[in-house]
């Protein structure tokens, strides 16, 4: 599976990202109210380290 990998480089090497649990185990489903969270997290524009991942994600698009 490359999601843990992938999760890996979101979230550890890029810094563009947030881990939805620490630790996920197998068959278990994340709730629709925690993406909710995350999702108004990153994409309000006061929070300072959303601001930091936006700035990088820029960073690695160009």
Known sequence: MDQPLNSKYIVEDWKVGWRVE???????MIRRDEIARL??????????EAKE??????ELQQ
Do not use: P, S
Not at 22 to 28: D, P, Q, R, T
Not at 39 to 48: A, P, Q, T, W
Not at 53 to 58: G, I
């Open 39 to 48: 999702v108004r997290r990153f994409m309000d524009l006061d929070d300072d």
């Open 22 to 28: 620490k630790e996920v185990k197998e068959n278990v």
């Open 53 to 58: 991942m936006r700035k990088r994600a820029r």
